[in-house]
């Protein structure tokens, strides 16, 4: 008899577990002023405003404080504006400095907010719930990350909100590793399971489908509507052929498929 293959949920980090876009506005001001500010109110409100506001398009974490930069420059006009898809790929376009140093510089600066006021820093952060707690009820150690975050921060909170997780089953974006060089990891070190991956970003998705789903069917993919979402990506990720679930569709499949 063949050996029933086992499922894997892989889980994104940013927006589906941990709702971090508030620190993530702030790390990538002081990146870009050259401070350690730790509080909201601390940033320029309309900056602040359209940042939130346009979060979803930002998929290397070493784009962030290229929307920043557009946000503080921008956010005299109009704190309503929302970016089309093409309008911020021309705005990333123009930008000279690789996404690799950016993304190297936004997680040093994330370190030294840490270090001046860890207080502050986790303050900006909050679980995603109810789904944080789910997920420490059943066994966490098992989960597998895939996160454009650095390891040493998606650790950081993981331990104290109470998810204890394996440190090798973070696949992190340090050194500005991708989600496809980070998957490719993964499947190597399990081999033959049923993967999914649930994420809040189409772009995400869609470039793991292109690269992993060529040939047949290799990762299923969900689309996390409680994210970081843009107008019309559920819509989207369904046309694709992606999930599209609710958390409370989610966790009922969680509770009976994973």
Not at 26 to 50: H, S
Not at 77 to 82: C, G, K, N, R, V
Request: with cysteine; aromatic share 10%; net charge negative.
């Amino acid at each position: 008899m063949q050996k029933k293959k086992e499922s894997m949920l892989i889980f994104d980090f940013d927006g589906v577990l941990m709702d971090s876009v508030r620190e993530i506005a702030v790390t990538t001001y002081n990146m870009l002023k050259g401070t350690i500010v730790t509080r909201l109110d601390q940033l320029p409100q309309e900056a602040l405003d359209l940042f939130l506001r346009n979060r979803f398009h930002v998929q290397p974490i070493g784009d962030a404080p290229v929307l920043m930069e557009w946000c503080l420059e921008t956010d005299d006009s109009d704190p309503q504006i929302l970016l089309s898809e093409k309008e911020y790929d021309d705005i990333i376009r123009h930008i000279d400095e690789p996404v690799t140093v950016r993304t190297t510089r936004f997680f040093d600066t994330r370190a030294r907010f840490k270090a001046r006021d860890l207080k502050a820093w986790i303050a900006l952060n909050k679980p995603v719930q109810p789904l944080w707690d789910r997920l420490i009820e059943r066994r966490s150690s098992d989960l597998v990350m895939l996160t454009n975050k650095n390891r040493e921060a998606t650790l950081a909170l993981c331990n104290h909100f109470g998810l204890q997780v394996n440190n090798a089953n973070i696949y992190s974006g340090d050194n500005g590793t991708t989600k496809i060089d980070n998957m490719q990891q993964i499947r190597q070190r399990f081999k033959d399971c049923n993967y999914a991956f649930i994420d809040d970003s189409v772009k995400n998705l869609s470039e793991i489908d292109a690269y992993f789903n060529k040939d047949k069917k290799a990762i299923a993919l969900i689309f996390a509507e409680w994210g970081y979402t843009g107008p019309g990506d559920a819509r989207l990720a369904r046309g694709l052929g992606y999930q599209s679930l609710t958390i409370e569709k989610f966790m009922d499949q969680l509770q009976n498929k994973f």
